[in-house]
């Protein structure tokens, strides 16, 4: 019972957010009301920045209590974001995926690759950048770049 009390009375014990982004928000995203599905687009990344948006998500940096919620269909999504360099391959499907979502799309390239091939510049399987396929409205520097460098773009989408 001691523990039970403790439990109520403690309440959830997080790191205090950070400032909200305001005045740095999309103009596109301010029609979503702080609250942005997004689907990601692995296009030809070499899994860390992957690693970094799960990250991103998980409890310690907690991308949803920004208004942020991954989801499986971009029919569902107002955000893609977008991984790697993007291959011969998958430069059709990320074309096809931007299409699928609903009017406007906000696309995000994470980390080097998206924004300029990165270290797979030249490579005999590379199409180019993301931004080479589809508009881009956002970029997240790095290799990878940090959960908390995705959360804040995330942030600039939801203004939260
Ligand atoms: S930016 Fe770095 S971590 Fe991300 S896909 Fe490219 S090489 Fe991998």
């Not at 029609?31 to 899994?47: H, M, P």
């Not at 360099?85 to 980390?111: H, Y």
Request: proline content about 11%.
């Amino acid at each position: 019972m001691g523990l039970l009390r403790k439990i109520r009375t403690t309440g959830r014990v997080a790191e205090p957010a950070p400032p909200a982004p305001m005045g740095e928000v999309l103009p596109q995203a301010r029609r979503l009301s702080g609250s942005a599905q997004v689907r990601c687009v692995d296009a030809g990344s070499c899994n860390g920045c992957e690693i970094e948006i799960a990250a991103a998500f998980n409890p310690v940096y907690d991308a949803e209590r920004y208004g942020a919620r991954l989801v499986a269909s971009p029919r569902h999504a107002d955000v893609a974001l977008v991984t790697g360099p993007v291959t011969r391959n998958m430069a059709e499907p990320l074309r096809r995926t931007v299409q699928a979502m609903p009017e406007p799309p906000i696309v995000v390239a994470v980390g080097d690759c998206a924004i300029d091939c990165g270290e797979f510049a030249g490579g005999y399987g590379i199409e180019g950048a993301v931004s080479d396929v589809v508009p881009v409205d956002l970029a997240v520097p790095g290799c990878p770049p940090a959960p908390a460098e995705i959360v804040a773009a995330l942030r600039r989408v939801t203004g939260r």
